[in-house]
């Protein structure tokens, strides 16, 4: 059984907007110094910001290039829905609000449609 074409371009137009967000994030991080210093703020070591951002990256091509297993994509949605329960509580942590974690809530709804749409498009038997 085919997927629709609203699916698929569906599953498209979210899955890049989510990579796209997931890579400035990982290019921050390893780039931008006020990024370096927010993870220190949170009390995050700074091997763990490069380590992220190289994850990041990973799960990116993982999402977006079509002959990737889908065990492997599974794994990818799994990282990044783990990181961003995560940004959110170490926020959270600090007593910081909206303005600090909005981003990630907001991230992991583009997230939650690219699942949506990729576990439509793996029950119509589509190759994404």
């Known amino acids: 059984m085919k997927a629709s074409k609203g699916v698929v371009i569906g599953f498209w137009i979210a899955t890049v907007l989510f990579a796209l967000q997931m890579s400035f994030t990982a290019y921050a991080q390893l780039r931008l110094p006020q ?12 091997y763990f910001r490069i ?45 910081e609000g909206v303005e600090a974690w909005g981003w990630a809530v907001v991230t992991g709804v583009l997230w939650g449609l690219s699942y949506f749409f990729f576990r439509r498009l793996h029950a119509g038997a589509v190759a994404v």
């Open 35 to 46: 990024v370096a210093e927010e993870f220190a703020r949170l009390g995050f070591p700074a």
């Open 51 to 95: 380590e992220l951002s190289v994850a990041k990256f990973a799960g990116v091509i993982a999402l977006v290039v079509p002959m990737v297993p889908a065990r492997l994509k599974e794994w990818a949605y799994a990282g990044f829905a783990i990181t961003l329960v995560s940004a959110v509580v170490a926020h959270l942590a600090v007593g």
